[in-house]
C-alpha cells in the first residue's frame, strides 16, 4: 500500500521562501507522476503543481507560475515543492498526491497525504 506524508510547512514572512517535501513509502516513486495541491482557508482544494514520473514534464497553476519549482528524486522516493516569493494568499494546506497520469485535476490522483500546513504572514 501506498503511503504518502509531508512534511516542512510552517510559518514564514511574505516575500520568504519554503520547501515542502513528501515521501512516498510503500511502492517506488518511479511509477508515479505527482502533484501538489493546496487548500486556503474556508476554500476548495486546488492544484498547485505536477510532475511526470521522470521530471521531463511540470505543470503549474498560474497563481504560482514563476515562484513555485516542483521536483523530485526517485532514488530517494521524494517529491518536493519550493516556495518563493510567498504571499499571505499562499497560506493554506498542501497535500501531495499520486496520479495514474499527469494531471491538475484532483480526480485523477489516487492516494494522498495527510497536508502539512503553510502560513505566510503579511
Known amino acids: 500500500q501506498v503511503q504518502l506524508v509531508e512534511s516542512g510547512g510552517g510559518l514564514v514572512q511574505a516575500g520568504g521562501s519554503l520547501r515542502v517535501s513528501c515521501v512516498v513509502s510503500g511502492r517506488t516513486l518511479i511509477t508515479y507522476p505527482m502533484g501538489w495541491f493546496r487548500r486556503p482557508p474556508g476554500k476548495e482544494r486546488e492544484f498547485v503543481a505536477g510532475i511526470s514520473w521522470n521530471g521531463g514534464l511540470t505543470q503549474y497553476a498560474d497563481s504560482v507560475k514563476g515562484r513555485f519549482t516542483i521536483s523530485r528524486d526517485n532514488a530517494k522516493n521524494t517529491v518536493y515543492l519550493q516556495m518563493n516569493s510567498l504571499k499571505p494568499e499562499d497560506t493554506a494546506v498542501y497535500y501531495c498526491?499520486?496520479?495514474?497520469?499527469?494531471?491538475?485535476?484532483?480526480?485523477?490522483?489516487?492516494?494522498w497525504g495527510q497536508g502539512t500546513q503553510v502560513t505566510v504572514s503579511s
Open positions: 498526491a499520486a496520479a495514474a497520469s499527469l494531471s491538475a485535476s484532483h480526480h485523477d490522483y489516487h492516494t
